[in-house]
């Protein structure tokens, strides 16, 4: 197999795929951020009757959130901020074919490229 | 046909220094895990109540066993910098190599992000003064940390030892003088876990907790990256590594035990400082503030460790044109990959000021998991293209392929962890990740030589 030479890279290219790269990290990473997509999918179960019983503190529990300077007013939104664990299947399979989709994408193209490099490794030998 | 094992050559050009010992080794994966068990466990308990965040501690740590016995022999084989990037390159094919050393840089550059941002918040909390803000002790750390690595490795890691040594100490004595055997004077388990909300969600809430169960050990895999500068990478790395898992281990049990019988799992689940807390809450000054420097050692400790390695998968994609070979420059005095370390500080700071802890965490986790993904496979490939024999290992894990299987079934349980409460975020990254892949993969793999990346000294792989 005939050695391949890759082409020299100008200093402008090397510049751009800099960029390229920053701005693929900026917008894979920031954009969730800035769109409200990131963090944990939580809401409030707001309780009319704000005491330590009606929010499930025993008075253990209760003297702990009073030693950390908390009362049932301000603990509320901590305590009552809970996960919704809905499974939207649609989503979850969308999510599993694309993860699948990349996954095998990885593996079959690096296997193209692996030989190349297998077949100029040992060939020259 | 048995080959030695020799380290990487890279032609004429400077190189890093093998300076390294087994307890650097350990002292750069336990110092970047450490923080975990200081903040990010807890948020397990938020997922899923204090009994799921047990739960998983222990089955995490079985997915980290697993990690660790293939990461040990793989490395301890492939010994070059890069860690598992490198692994991925002589076993996978250049792509995933990219790819992997992708999910290596964002894994550490957003764990540092995230040790950066629970340092800012512990001082601004403990100051407790109205008005100040977390970014100026972020940008110092962050900033410091960077000159540190750009000044020497065997510095750097020299002052992880101390500091991951003594926030380690702080857990054990946290946890005995609490008096441990004794339930009712300090801890209070039976009347905080109760049948009633032990687990608050039911057995999905298990599951959902698999995905800050991770940040238990997130890191330990980071001892990889330290193969090109390790004086015996055979006999440190296997042993660095699994001491290191060990220590983590003991390090989380405790942790659990402690925060779980000191504080309601509403709060524990939501609080940036889980083991300060429960300093405070033993009532003694000198816990609590032995915990607060803790804290703050194990985010330093971590942060230091993960600018090390994220540089140094950074440097290796330059080094061979997966990314513009400037970033692959040694600095002539220090022998550090300079380049990479700065190029990475600003990406560092914009993150840590736009991102919240448990955003910064949760990317950092992702990467990790689809590195762990890559692993288990990797591993099956690894045995198939050079068989027991073929080539010398400098461990070999017992009991293949076990450890495989079950790192990736835990996988595929911690990507639907993330999709429960985090779907979006997941998504996002797969999308950046799939679509830099196909970038590389048409685009910039042209500028990358072919042979000159294998550069172990392997017979053929098997199949090829």
Redesign the interface.
């Given at each position: 197999m005939s050695?391949?030479i890759?082409?020299e890279?100008s200093k402008a290219g090397?510049?751009f795929?800099?960029v390229?790269?920053?701005v693929?990290?900026?917008?894979?990473?920031?954009?969730?951020?800035k769109l409200g997509?990131?963090?944990?999918?939580?809401s409030i179960d707001a309780l009319d009757a704000k005491t330590w019983e009606a929010l499930?503190?025993?008075p253990?529990?209760a003297g702990?959130?009073e030693?950390?300077g908390y009362t049932p007013e301000t603990?509320h939104d901590?305590?009552q901020?809970?996960?919704h664990?809905v499974?939207d299947w649609p989503?979850?399979i969308i999510?599993a074919v694309?993860?699948i989709?990349?996954?095998v994408?990885?593996?079959r193209?690096?296997?193209?490229?692996?030989?190349?490099?297998?077949?100029?490794?040992?060939d020259?030998k | 046909m048995t080959t030695a094992l020799e380290p990487a050559i890279h032609g004429d050009r400077v190189s890093l220094l093998r300076v390294l010992g087994p307890a650097h080794v350990w002292a750069l994966g336990v110092g970047i895990v450490l923080v975990g068990e200081f903040t990010g466990w807890n948020f397990s308990a938020?997922?899923g109540g204090t009994l799921a965040a047990l739960i998983v501690c222990w089955v995490v740590g079985l997915l980290y066993t697993s990690v660790a016995m293939i990461d040990s022999e793989v490395t301890s084989t492939v010994a070059a910098a890069g860690g598992q990037y490198a692994q991925?390159k002589h076993i996978?094919?250049?792509?995933?190599?990219f790819?992997v050393a992708l999910f290596l840089v964002?894994a550490y550059t957003?764990l540092e992000v995230s040790d950066a941002i629970l340092l800012g918040d512990t001082i601004v909390a403990k100051a407790g003064v109205d008005g100040l803000t977390h970014n100026s002790f972020i940008a110092a750390t962050i900033v410091v940390l960077a000159w540190l690595n750009y000044r020497g490795v065997l510095m750097t890691l020299n002052v992880n030892f101390v500091i991951t040594a003594i926030a380690y100490v702080s857990i054990v004595i946290l946890f005995f003088s609490v008096s441990p055997w004794t339930q009712g004077a300090v801890l209070?388990l039976n009347?905080?876990v109760?049948p009633?909300?032990a687990l608050?969600?039911g057995w999905?809430?298990v599951i959902?907790a698999f995905q800050f169960g991770i940040w238990y050990y997130l890191g330990i895999e980071g001892t990889t990256q330290a193969a090109e500068e390790v004086r015996s990478p055979a006999r440190s790395l296997p042993y660095g590594t699994m001491a290191g898992m060990i220590t983590l281990l003991i390090a989380a049990a405790m942790t659990w035990y402690v925060c779980a019988s000191?504080?309601?799992w509403?709060?524990l689940g939501?609080t940036p400082y889980p083991l300060w807390?429960a300093g405070?809450?033993t009532g003694s000054p000198l816990l609590e503030n032995l915990l607060f420097i803790a804290t703050l050692l194990a985010a330093i400790a971590s942060a230091n460790g993960c600018i090390n390695d994220a540089a140094r998968a950074w440097f290796s994609l330059g080094r061979d044109?997966y990314?513009?070979?400037?970033f692959s420059a040694v600095h002539p005095k220090y022998r550090t990959p300079y380049r990479s370390i700065l190029f990475l500080l600003p990406?560092a700071l914009?993150?840590a000021f736009?991102?919240?802890l448990?955003?910064a965490i949760?990317?950092s986790i992702l990467s990790g998991v689809l590195q762990y993904?890559f692993m288990s496979?990797n591993i099956m490939m690894f045995r198939k293209k050079w068989p027991l024999g073929t080539i010398r290992r400098g461990y070999t894990h017992p009991f293949h392929p076990l450890p495989a299987i079950v790192l990736f079934c835990l996988c595929v349980v911690t990507?639907?962890a993330i999709?429960?409460?985090?779907?979006?975020?997941?998504?996002?990254?797969?999308?950046?990740?799939?679509?830099?892949?196909v970038?590389f993969?048409f685009y910039?793999?042209?500028?990358?030589?072919?042979?000159d990346?294998?550069t172990m000294p392997w017979p053929?792989?098997q199949g090829?």
């Open positions: 050695r391949y890759p082409p890279q090397q510049v795929d800099i390229v790269v920053v693929a990290i900026f917008v894979a990473l920031w954009l969730p951020l997509l990131a963090g944990a999918a939580k499930g503190q025993n253990t529990m702990i959130w030693k950390l603990a901590i305590i901020n809970r996960f664990y499974i989503t979850l999510m694309v993860l989709a990349y996954f994408f990885l593996f193209a690096s296997d193209r490229e692996y030989r190349d490099v297998i077949n100029e490794k040992f020259d | 938020d997922k991925a996978v094919g250049p792509l995933m190599a790819n964002f957003m209070k009347e905080l109760t009633g909300n608050p969600y999905i809430g959902a000191l504080m309601p509403e709060y939501v807390d405070k809450l044109r990314l513009p070979s400037w990406i914009a993150f736009i991102a919240d448990n955003q949760t990317f993904t496979i990507f639907f999709f429960l409460g985090f779907g979006s975020q997941l998504s996002a990254m797969v999308a950046f990740y799939f679509l830099i892949s970038w993969h910039r793999y042209k500028f990358v030589r072919r042979g990346q294998f053929k792989p090829y």
